[in-house]
């Protein structure tokens, strides 16, 4: 049971940020306007973290999916979900109306109650990801003492 949910969650999150990178990659102007319109870093910035953070995004989803490198892959995921949080709670508390671009422009503007809540059950995903990959570990390491 545990596996079968531990490679459905990969699957799923995994899935999630390579589709949300890619359609961030695919348009990185699109995607830079969306982190300007924030307000929270400068144009430079804004269009250095539009053509990083997406493919931050696609290897992190690939490393979710592939099972190698998870723990790396969640603790990246986990640092910018948070900032996502942040910054969208940051937004909606100064009444921007903007695009979250967390899926380059799928969100209404204004709408930011539903990006908070899916942010934070992806970080809840993230994080059962995490310990049940970290368990798995553990008990092969045990298996393979024992052997």
Request: aromatic fraction near 12%; charged fraction near 15%.
């Amino acid at each position: 049971m545990k596996r079968t949910t531990l490679l459905l969650l990969r699957l799923v999150i995994g899935g999630v940020f390579i589709w949300a990178g890619v359609v961030k990659a695919l348009d990185p102007a699109g995607f830079a306007e969306d982190i300007e319109a924030y307000q929270l870093v400068s144009y430079t910035l804004s269009v250095a973290v539009a053509l990083y953070l997406p493919w931050l995004e696609i290897f992190c989803g690939m490393a979710l999916i592939s099972g190698y490198w998870i723990k790396g892959a969640s603790i990246n995921l986990t640092f910018l979900l948070l900032i996502f949080i942040g910054a969208l709670m940051s937004a909606w508390l100064r009444g921007l109306d903007i695009n979250c671009g967390c899926f380059s422009g799928t969100t209404e503007t204004g709408d930011y109650l539903w990006p908070i809540l899916r942010d934070v059950m992806l970080l809840f995903a993230i994080s059962l990801i995490w310990i049940l990959s970290e368990k798995k570990a553990n008990m092969q390491k045990q298996t393979n003492a024992i052997s």
